[in-house]
């Protein structure tokens, strides 16, 4: 793409990685002897930081990619009615049932993946290119990559195909 936009967004939510454990899979290579408790497999929250950038090889009429307001309107309802101040979680999730049973008076955010910062993203990413698809924009735009700050140290990025 020879032009790029970024338009930033928050939220705040809460989720629960139920598939977390440190002591198998890749990266368990790199830890010491210890066993290390599960931290986030516990129900916790964070404000999230979103950037989503799009891109285009060419410039409309205005000389722009997209109008910042396009973007953020195309994203409205996903960050600001369903994902801000909600609870995420996994359909899989065998919490689900039972968390849906006693605590269904809370705003859920119910998703088909481990609600991972990299997952949300892809998530984030998907809502936005099947707008832009619905719209008849994505000869022209592409939604370049999505990037989520779960906290202010750590951050994942999807890029798409």
């Known amino acids: 793409m020879r032009y790029e936009i970024t338009k930033r967004f928050k939220f ?14 890749k990266g368990a290579k790199l830890m010491a002897d210890e066993i290390p408790p599960n931290p986030c497999i516990n129900i916790h929250g964070h404000s999230y930081k979103v950037e989503v950038t799009v891109g285009s090889d060419k410039l409309n009429e205005q000389e722009m990619v997209i109008d910042f307001y396009h973007i953020k309107s195309a994203l ?7 994902l801000d101040h909600s ?3 996994d359909k899989n999730d065998p919490l689900f049932p039972k968390f849906k049973e006693n605590f ?6 119910v998703v088909d993946f481990c609600p991972t910062a990299e997952a949300l993203a892809k998530y ?3 809502f936005l290119e099947d707008k832009l698809r619905e719209a008849g924009l994505l000869d022209e735009i592409k939604v370049v990559s999505v990037t989520i700050w779960e906290t202010e140290t750590g951050k994942a990025v999807y890029k798409g195909k």
């Open 12 to 25: 705040e939510a809460g989720h629960r990685v139920w598939k977390q454990n440190l002591s198998s899979g």
């Open 76 to 82: 409205k309802d996903l960050i600001d009615n369903q």
């Open 87 to 89: 609870f995420i979680i």
């Open 104 to 109: 269904g008076f809370l705003k859920l955010t």
């Open 124 to 126: 984030i990413y998907d």
